[in-house]
């Protein structure tokens, strides 16, 4: 049916105009400025003109680094340098650069005298299409007041230093209010921020460059973690006395080793994003790891922990070091705002279904005889930042209550905290879903301990970590392989030329080349149906994993290197003889 002018006037009306992006600019609470790329200021807003007591006129089409000079009484001075500096890096790497605490102070006026003032600037490049930097967002907040607070308390304290103990707990809360205000704003600097974004472009490429610089993170700590679990399973092999201590220092290591890139940004726990290696297992086992693991801290602090486990049981979906994490961060909170001698009781039962289709529920509660709190905030301690009251001790422990929530509703379950009132104690208790009833799979063989039962093979490892390539080199050795180590591209390149070797396993972040080049050249100097590639990394995220093969890896294994994925990649090599050496002449391993 044909639309009449009224219904097509009416159906105009309810189309949205489009927001005034330079009324927006102008309007946010932020103070801002915009460069070209040769640091001329381009706009600025009211916010800024009132932070910094300036005029429009005199700021547009100056170079930024002109326009306010250091106070010339502060020889120390050196805002405009840092300044120039951070955009320097902005202009050559094409990403943000978030600057620390600037001391900036301002013309008070004719006369030539300075106020006082310390900033937290932000640069953040603005991208055309095609990549090229067109302009800079200069942000900037004036965070003097939180300066002078900081300062105050840390003169009241040393003031307060033989005062009673309320006196600290309430410069603390204090500190604790300011430090929740100063989140908030900077929560709305953001979202003010977002409203400044015409197409997202910068948005999107400050989410690369933290991805990049997350990778990169985790790689440089998976080396560290790789080398000591190296040496664990060294320990394991040689030390049987000791094997206890081994198995928790393995367990401790592999736990780390998972954690590590989800706990590099803490915002993936808080909105639930981290990912579980499910499995079947007794609740049991994890939440009696998790308290003994807790029982020197609460040893050394002078706090009791009592257990009190099932006979029977308690078989849930989940995962292992998540589930340990979630019950060591209860622990944890007890222990903290508990006092000295002060008791707190970790329980785990189970609560039959209510119906054919419900198994039940694990039922784990953590209760503690400490300061408690008031009824009426129960729902909101699992919120970021917030707290009942100052702890008992100082002891930082794990990522909180939020965390905690978050992990328990992954795991499909619910957690509620309760407590009389003040000086009463708390309870936290956590109902997870029971598996359905099924015959618990087999245990898979001890990854500590597993040998690689294959023929001796020749092996290249090319690591730029001396005590991981040591470590790797001693396992294999075990193994019955012939291992020879190089630390740079160059001379992995070098003795793969020079002699044969049936398995190449390199680092993709060498010194020298990257480990995808190392793949080309390797594919171009070795014969591809006597020789496998295996990537070995950090760089373990599935964008890492999808390059590797085009770059001419047959594998990609994360570091740690788990021997068990070895040892599967090794099995099912060894059952395709078209491409995986079967009987290969002798070579010298240096």
Known sequence: MAQGPDDRDRTAAHVPAAPD??????????????????????????????????????????????VLPDDPAHPAADGVRNLARSLRTVLATGRPDTM???????????GGAFVERYWSPVNTPVLDAAGTLTHIIHRVEDVTESVRVRRAGRRRRRRAA?????????????????????????QRLRQANEALTTAGAALREQQEAKNRFLAALSHELRNPLAALQAAGELLC???????????????????????????????????????????RLDLRSVVTTAAEDMLPEFSRTRRRLLVVMPSGPVPVEGDRARLAQLTADLLNNGRKYT???????????????????????????????????????????????????????????????????????????TVRAHSDGPDSGACFRIRLPLASPAPPPQRPPDERITALHHPSLRILVIEGNADLAAGHRALLERGGHRVTVRHTGVAGLAAARAA????VL??????????????????????????????????????????????????????????????????????????????????PTP
């Open 237 to 279: 092999v040689d030390g049987p006395p000791a094997r206890e201590a081994l198995a928790a220092l393995q367990r401790q290591i592999t736990h780390t080793a998972r954690m590590t890139d989800d706990l590099l940004d803490a915002t993936r726990a808080l909105t639930g994003r981290l990912n579980l290696a499910r499995e």
């Open 100 to 110: 620390a605490t600037q001391r900036y102070d301002i013309p008070a006026g004719p």
């Open 500 to 503: 044969p070797f049936d398995l």
């Open 162 to 186: 033989a005062e009673p103990r309320q006196c600290a707990d309430r410069m603390d809360g204090e500190l604790f209010a300011r430090s929740r205000a100063v989140r908030a704003a900077n």
């Open 339 to 413: 006092g000295p001698n002060g008791r707190v009781e970790l329980e785990l039962e189970t609560v039959a279904g209510s119906a054919a289709t419900d198994s039940g529920h694990a039922v784990l509660t953590v209760r503690d005889d400490g300061i408690g709190f008031d009824p009426a905030v129960a729902d909101t301690l699992f919120g970021a930042f917030v707290r009942a009251a100052p702890p008992s001790d100082t002891t930082a422990g794990g990522l909180g209550l939020p965390v905690v929530r978050g992990l328990v509703e992954l795991h499909g379950g």
């Open 506 to 587: 390199s680092d993709l972040a060498l010194p020298d080349v990257h480990g995808h080049d190392m793949a080309r050249r390797l594919r171009e100097s070795l014969p591809a149906d006597r020789t496998r590639l295996i990537a070995v990394s950090g760089f373990s995220q599935q964008a890492d994993r999808d390059r590797s093969p085009r770059a001419g890896f047959d594998a990609h294994l994360a570091t740690p290197l788990s021997l068990t994925a070895l040892d599967r990649l090794l099995s099912d090599w060894a059952g395709d003889p078209s491409p995986w050496p079967q009987d290969a002449p002798e070579s």
């Open 21 to 66: 992006y330079h009324a927006l600019f102008d309007a946010a609470p932020s103070p801002y400025l915009v460069l070209d790329p040769g640091l001329r200021i381009v706009e600025v807003n009211r916010a800024y003109l009132a932070a910094t007591a300036t005029e429009r006129r005199s700021l547009i089409g100056r170079p930024i680094l002109e």
